[in-house]
């Protein structure tokens, strides 16, 4: 959404960057956000633009931002109303004119009252508030988004499929999805790697069956371990070259041979 925004907003050619908050090294948060001078602290070896540099003339995404430290709040509110800042050991201040957009999956209201985000960053970034529902709450979406999803694993690959079975796409679509995309994402890239040719058919799927889309409890029997039949599938697929089977599983082969040894996969 937030790269639907810079791109309506004909900023096609301008500077684009997306900062994950919970990612940002707390002692390097200032760093990432507003860059560095050189020899401003032991590793910094250059000059460095941050962020907020980077995307001047364009859009700066700030993804998670409810992870953001109280400090990292203060010298990102100071920012936001006056559009400057110094790099990090600098004496020059550095003006910008840029886009900020944030997100967040937490209750910022909530935190706001909990003490735990500051109330004036919160009115400083609710200017303009897109709310996005789950994707349970649009099933209408789901279908169209597993087929985008299917066609851009597939095409690349040479890989010819030819959509989804109805019963498949009734799993689909009454599947309440707590991962949301990602979720159907990953789904649809591994139930592609399973299918390899035709229709995706409801044993590809292997959606999980527990309460609240939990997967189920392991069975005390080996051969109905949802896991067990997942690897068994995979590992047919790629002719048991394991190899092969954990690089289309997107797991390191050490990870493969842990989970074959535990699962009793010979």
Known sequence: MAREV???????????????????????????LFGHVKGAFTGAVANRAGCFELADGGTLFLDEIADLSASAQASLLRVLETRAFRRVGGAREVRVDLRVIAATNASLEGLVAAGQFRQDLFYRLNV???????LRERREDILPLAGHFLSAYAAPRGVRLDGFSPEAGRLLTSYDFPGNARELRNLVERAAILCRSGQILPEHLNLPKGPGGLPPAPSAQPDDHPERAYLLSALEAARWNRRQAAKDLGIPYSTLRYKMQKLGIA
């Not at 810079?6 to 990432?32: K, M, Y």
């Not at 303009?128 to 789950?134: D, F, K, N, S």
């Open 128 to 134: 303009y508030a897109i709310p996005l529902l789950p």
């Open 6 to 32: 810079h791109f309506q907003a004909g900023s096609d050619e301008r500077p684009f960057i997306a900062v994950s908050c919970p990612a940002l090294p707390e002692s390097l948060v200032e760093s990432e």
